[in-house]
């Protein structure tokens, strides 16, 4: 990494030469701690022109664009053969151009913005770029062949998941598989024990059984050949065929029992949990090791901010950045701060006021800004000031206290619990449908007396979650009922789908009486932090499953098919499969389990997920062989011979969804929710809280304490009077700050916090990591 | 607890009293140490009589005899009504009576041993008093009313596995239930937040689904009664009726699917991963807490021990022990101890070789004693000593050199694999059979030239775990094939039990070739090394399999029948029942998944565990109705009306038997299992070892180098030298000592390292402990 080194000092020089204007460098900086509060790792170029690219190619517009894109490219496999909303090729075709022209052009920018040498060794880009080479071949050869009425196979649109993996924005998705493809080889040391074990449990199957005659319960020999054995007692890791697999030999003596139970415990259980245990440790430490260097380079890029700004004042005095220079940068990274909120920001960095901040206080400014913090002013009651009088009269202050007191929230949820009841009921009852429009009305009713009570800034502030929740789901229902009823009444026509969401939404109602059991609520509180970090991981599926279901449909689509309920079709019996006739997979109704399309072939995924059952195994097997059969039907003595072979493929297949899903992402998955939960657990019991929470904490104190004479609090007074002119003077509204519950919008800030506590990188050692960062060798800085 | 407080302070006193002989005052403080060494909390009387009943209560004689007659106890289950093997009433009566005395004497002893004011306010001691007495009653009441022929339950068999958790033996288990019994708050918090979560998915089911008029599989309307709709649900969280249960809504329309999928991603992978982290962090908070407890317990004793031994010396003086009283006391408290460990030992604890030790290192005497030291001797090889000129001739060498040769390892592991092969051929074959014997000989050859080279003592030292299990493997194969052959030219009759038992061990001899691979060893050391322990959870298990087993075959003996794979009555296609006639569950030959006896009922248990299976749930259903029919045959009109309570009260059963053994037991197993690696994965980082273990590490190497010279071995060699007196002065043996790979005997062990980084009860503030101790409420030391 010298090579690098040696390129960055240079072009450090060249910033120097570059950044003569004091604007361009402000400019800089402002980019760099911007990149440093959103986690952006791209080396851009330090010219005027280049920033003004970058900054361009950072702008949310263009990256929702792309997003969009890749959206629209990965849902055409809706439209495409095997479509579930066909398509005329030409249509799908020139979408598929333009997503990629998006792409090429994307990625054009991307080369503007960084230097060359670092675009042609970055293995992402050359990634892009095969892919969408690619593409374009897979789609001009497909369309060529289709012209000539060939058949052919459109394999490039597996290539498409990569694209959401490698185009920038896909980051965390993008560190997720890398953690995934460090801890694999651990992974692999187990999955190769584990399969070592299965095999010999085979062979001792084999040679314990297979000579015994015994017949499972279709009549077929049972337990005669290896690689069956082998494939039964895999499955039988996921449970999925117990006890069947069990039963011939268990009935012919209890002592096999024992054969299985020991199976049982040493690999669905020990195993299972060991592979849990490798992944979390693996995925964790793997995953931290990018964390570190993320914040690494983070503290990196505001020393480059900060090294912009500096202003040198002698050889004793320490480097500072100046009051103004200081404001002038925040305002340019979040250019939507108030002048309140600037100021609060300024007294913690700077608390005695001495109207410069040093390196070690700067560099705290990415986390700084970070940290959401809510205003919030004593706004009086809007009513208060229209009717004075009235809204300060005896009967409506006892409104105040009624819908204050404890009680009104128990008498609520009393409510609620009657309408669960009445809910179960018949509604084509008419005292029961009387009784949803009472209920509705004490709904609407509570949302009034609250809106009373309380102000209305407050009442609907931005975290406010239950109260937001409450009043949607109140209007929504009292609109579709009205609706309903409307309907209902001009034509004597119910519109299912509306009643459909009237129901889904008086039961959504009952969820409110989560939110009055504290207990309750710290869960449901905790599972909606990490909800929003969870997106990475329906990613991660989603690319999983997509590749997936890309493969089963080019190799399973059309064998299987589903007539729907009325259908009279004889074939409907058989799936339209004379293969499966008499079959267990026709006989429960399992047709419309296929790979026909991609919605279905997403839904059979997620069955494999859960239960991996054998009927849908039993699928994968016929509709393989019929393939087979329909490929070589010249030559069908030759089939029985390739049935060994097909069901191997069908295995395969199957073996290694199994692996990718659910030992490695489902363990994944519930390693993160452990991890959060402990966080969480830990959290409440240590009370642990940043330096900086702590200071606007105690400055909060200040500011209601002393709010008359305080400096800070007079600054915002008078700049940020948001009150009408007339009334200035008489009401004096509070400022109070809030650092709102910190719910994490990306996985980042969870995965900062979840290591903060085991990271070395304190404030103590801030200059030391900058003096280590002129040999730090960064691949997350350099390659991402 | 002022009062214990003033009670354990007079007992002092008492103590000082009683121990005025030095050799009660030893006897005494033997106890203690042995106590704190084997982690016993018994506050036994200090009077010389007491003393020796309490050793005598402790000692290893009687406590195998308590095990084994609670064993006898519980496999009574086998022999009794409904039985495996029928055995007549007064016999098992007479062995469960013959069982309760041994309990009552056990439990009379346990009283003359403590304080009378102990013994009654512990709920241990009342509960196995009660149970006694319940079981006697029962016995009672079920013999008078068989003897007048009328029917009855043995319900007090349901009690039988709480005598496992009390008698003092059951320690570790009656702390794994403590701690299951803290957590539970949590858990339940958990699972109401759960059953809502299902509660409101069913209500949206009933609502969406009930109306449209869809039919399951089997003609009967689908989700339609709200319980049945709640009961399913709950089941499609253990996957076991996916994806039946959603298949009449996905034929019917696509959209449901999400239905499903949203309860699948909330219910099954979210909240079960809740139930792991919730589980996980409170059974371990609490097991944290009690480990401590029982650390601080230890030091209390041990403290105890230096007080009855101490000799103040002066006023300037801190108390100490003479060596003499110290190697006294080690003598007691293990007499099969060498004088060379003695030694060892003394001389970590007083490197000064003042011969004195002071209280703070006095006190880890029982961790000292607690870690296994192996002593080796470096033998000569016996060959070398009876015929030295071939031993070390040229051919020898040669001889040694290539067993020592990694290539010798690599080509057995080759053979090993070449002989996989071998076994999965068809042995009927003559050449295999052949094979089979070169391959036995290849082995037996590499045992006999490892035997060669090594020395003996060395190759079979305890610790070589691979070189028993090699041995044993081969020497029984050996065995086993020669008798096998014997028998079949004899008389052409192979007997099916031999070849099993021949088979079983050639499959299990490939297991070796795990252990030349190092990252697979490495991972089978943990696992073994956590067996032992594991043996707590099969305790665990077994008390709540036995408990489901007694109330299942109270509930539903006989009302499934097996007869066979050979009979011929027709009613072993219903499985003897006519309810079940056509049913699934006979269809797929589950008839010997009954109630019938208590194998059945264990291995059923453990099949509902594995998958709770539909067809087992069926089971359950069919002959709980099947059962309420008999009880009202007069009465069949009503049969119809108890449908509903009968299918609520299997179900009961069912998810009953779900919470405890899956939500709660499993995801212990499964949380132990994580720490456990977790514990080996930083250790294998941190390297880190006791100081006390270091030490020893130190003084091996300082035998090592002066071993002529050194004071210590000198006194070995004189005291310990096992050689021939002739030999004594030419071949001087060296000692060497090796701590052993720490396998943990018990759960305590690991528990204790588990916890110790994160305890503050180190060496430093024991002083401080020590005074503590005063004020210290002991719930461990007091109460079990």
Known sequence: MSEGEKERTSRERTDRTHTDTGEHRLNL????????????????????????????????LLRVCVYVFIMV????????????????????????????????????????????SVFIRDPKNICIIITIMLCVVDLSVYGVLRLCGRSAVRWSRVLRPLLLINITEGRQLRRAFRSIRNALPQILVVFFLFIFSVLMFSLMALKLLGKRNLKTIDGSPYFTNYLE????????????????????AYNYSSFFAIFFILYIIINTYTFMSVFLAVVYNNYKKYLKEEVRQLVRAKRQKLCHAFSLLQEVGGAER???????????????????????????????????????????????????LNIQVIMMKSHTHPLNRWIPAFYQSTFSKLIHSMVQHRVFVYVYDVIILINAVFIGLDEENPAVSMAEWVFLTLYILEILLKLYTFEPHTFFAKHQFWNWFDTIIIVSALLATIINTAL??????????????VFILRVLRLIRVVDTIPRFRAIINTLIKIGAPMLTFGQLILVVYYIFAMVGMELF????????GDSVDPSRHFCGNVLLNGSAFARNNYCKNNFNNVVSSFILLLELTVVNHKYLLFLLCVIYLACCVFVLDSTPLLAGGFTAVTHVSARIFFIL????????????????????????????KSELQTALEKKIEELNVCVEQNHVDNNLVDAMETQDNDLGPGEGVKVKPTIMFKISSTRYRTMDGLL?????????????????????????????????
Not at 754 to 779: A, C, H, K, Q
């Open 29 to 60: 900086a402002a980019v760099y701690v911007s990149d440093a509060q959103h986690n952006r790792n791209i080396m851009f170029d330090t010219t005027p022109q280049a920033v003004r690219l970058y900054l361009l190619y950072n702008h949310w």
């Open 73 to 116: 490219d990965l849902a055409l496999a809706l439209f495409e053969e095997p479509a579930l909303i066909p398509l005329p090729l030409w249509a799908t075709s020139v979408i598929e151009l333009l997503c990629l022209m998006v792409f090429s052009a994307r990625l054009i920018h991307y080369a503007k913005v960084i230097p060359r």
């Open 229 to 248: 054995i082998f494939f039964d007692l895999y499955v039988l890791v996921t449970t999925a065929n117990s006890p069947d697999v069990m039963m011939p």
């Open 318 to 368: 320490e480097p500072t950045v100046s009051q103004t220079c200081w404001k002038q940068l925040v305002r340019l990274v979040q250019p939507d701060i108030s002048n309140a909120q600037q100021e609060l920001l300024w007294s913690v960095c700077d608390p005695q006021n001495t109207g410069r901040v040093g390196k070690m206080v700067f560099v705290q400014l990415a986390d700084l």
């Open 488 to 501: 209902k009444s001009s034509g004597g026509y119910t519109s299912r789908q509306i009643l459909d969401i």
């Open 557 to 564: 689509k059309g064998r299987v098919q589903y007539f729907g």
């Open 657 to 684: 969804f199994h692996i990718v899903v659910v030992i490695i992402i489902i363990n994944i998955f519930v390693a993160f929710i452990l991890e959060a939960f402990f966080i969480e657990y830990m959290v409440e």
């Open 752 to 784: 900062q916090r979840m290591f903060e506590t085991e990271m070395d990188l304190s404030n103590d050692n801030i200059d030391e990591v900058e003096t280590e960062n002129r040999t730090f060798s960064n691949p997350v800085f350099t390659s991402s």
